[in-house]
C-alpha cells in the first residue's frame, strides 16, 4: 500500500482497548494502510484532560477527517454529555449506517441483509425539553421538542438512495409516522417522496411504511426489506432491532457519515463488568473496520476482512462465548490473522 491514510484511533472505555487492540492485529494482518493518531474520550477523557472529548481529540478528528472508536461510557452526575452526541453534533455526522447480516447461520432468522440509514441529528433527539411546575411539583409537566428540516431530510435521504444504489440494493422503504405526528415524520416522507421522483426514480424502487407496522413486519418477515431509512428517533430504535435479527450488537456494526467526517464504531456499550478477562467480542468493531475500509475505497481488504471473520466463525469454529465458543478475544483476533495471512 504506497499511500497512507491518517485516521484517528479512539481505544474507549471498559472493554474498548480490547476489542481495538483485536481489530488493530487484524488490520495490521491485511496491511491496511491507516496511519494511527491514538487519542482517548470518554471516561477516559475525564481521567486524561477532565473533559469526556478532549480538545486534543477533537482536533485529531478535525485533521484526520476519520476514526474508529471503541464504545465510550459517558460519566454519571457531573452535567456531562453523551460523547457519542457531541461527536455527530461537532462533525455534523447526519447519517448513521448500520447494517445488519447474518453472518453466523442457524439462528432464529436466517439470511438477513438489510441496511438500516438513521439521520442522526434532527428530530426528537436534538434535546429541546423542559418541565413545566404546577403547584409544588416542579416536574409536574415534561415538554419536548422535535425538529425535522427539509435540509436535513433531504441530505439523509440522498445519502440513502445513494449508498443503495452503489452497493446494488433494489428498494429503499421510508419508515414514518407521518399518519400522526403528519407535520414532524411528514416532512421526512413528502421529501423522500418528492428526491425520488426528481432523481431516483427507475433507478431504485421506493416505498413506505408507518414505524409500528415496519417493527412487526422485521419480526414476521424481515427479508421483505432491503434498505430502511428513517428519522432519528425511529432509526435508533430499528437499527438495534435489526441487531437483534443477525444475533445481537455484537454482530452490529456502525458507521457515523458527515460532509467532512467519518467516525465508525461498535455500537455496544463498554461493558465494564468484562473488561480485562478476555471475555469480549471484537466482531461488532472488526466490521466497523470493514465500513472504514469501504469508505476509504478500500473494498478489496473490506472483503477479505469479512470473508476472515466468516470463516474464522464458521469453518474454523473459533467463537468468543456470547457466541458459544471458548475462545478469548486475542484467540480469536490471532485466528482472524491466521485465516487472512493464509488467504
Request: include cysteine; hydrophobic fraction near 45%.
Amino acid at each position: 500500500m504506497s499511500t497512507r491514510i491518517p485516521a484517528t484511533l479512539i481505544a474507549g472505555d471498559g472493554i474498548g482497548p480490547e476489542i481495538v487492540d483485536a481489530t488493530l492485529l487484524v488490520l495490521d494482518a491485511l496491511q491496511a494502510p491507516f496511519d494511527w493518531d491514538h487519542q482517548v474520550a470518554g471516561l477516559g477523557g475525564v481521567k486524561a484532560a477532565g473533559d469526556p472529548l478532549p480538545a486534543a481529540t477533537l482536533d485529531s478528528i478535525r485533521r484526520t477527517r476519520l476514526a474508529l472508536k471503541g464504545p465510550l461510557e459517558t460519566p454519571s452526575g457531573g452535567g456531562y454529555r453523551s460523547s457519542n452526541v457531541r461527536l455527530r453534533e461537532e462533525f455534523k455526522l447526519y447519517a448513521n449506517l448500520r447494517p445488519a447480516l447474518t453472518i453466523i447461520p442457524g439462528g432464529r432468522f436466517d439470511n438477513i441483509d438489510l441496511v438500516v440509514v438513521r439521520e442522526n441529528l434532527e428530530g426528537l433527539y436534538i434535546g429541546h425539553e423542559a418541565y413545566i411546575p404546577i403547584d409544588d411539583d416542579p416536574h409536574a409537566v415534561a415538554m419536548a421538542t422535535g425538529i425535522n428540516t427539509r435540509k436535513g431530510s433531504r441530505r439523509l435521504l440522498e445519502f440513502a438512495f445513494e449508498h443503495a444504489i452503489a452497493t446494488g440494493r433494489k428498494k429503499v422503504t421510508v419508515v414514518h409516522k407521518a399518519n400522526i405526528m403528519k407535520a414532524l415524520t411528514g416532512i421526512f416522507l413528502e421529501t423522500a417522496e418528492q428526491l425520488h421522483a426528481e432523481k431516483y426514480k427507475g433507478r431504485i424502487a421506493l416505498d413506505a411504511v408507518i414505524i409500528d407496522a415496519c417493527a412487526m413486519k422485521l419480526v414476521l418477515n424481515p427479508w421483505q426489506f432491503d434498505v430502511l431509512v428513517t428519522t432519528n428517533l425511529f432509526g435508533d430504535i430499528l437499527s438495534d432491532l435489526a441487531a437483534g435479527l443477525v444475533g445481537g450488537l455484537g454482530m452490529a456494526p456502525g458507521a457515523n457519515i458527515g460532509a467532512d467526517a467519518a467516525i465508525f464504531e461498535a455500537v455496544h456499550g463498554s461493558a465494564p463488568d468484562i473488561a480485562g478477562q478476555g471475555k469480549a467480542n471484537p466482531t461488532a468493531l472488526m466490521l466497523a473496520a470493514a465500513l472504514m475500509l469501504d469508505h476509504c475505497r478500500l473494498p478489496e481488504l473490506a472483503t477479505r476482512l469479512r470473508r476472515a471473520i466468516s470463516d474464522t466463525l464458521n469453518l474454523d469454529n473459533v467463537r468468543t462465548g456470547d457466541l458459544g465458543g471458548k475462545a478469548s478475544t486475542s484467540e480469536y483476533a490471532k485466528a482472524l490473522v491466521a485465516r487472512i495471512s493464509n488467504g
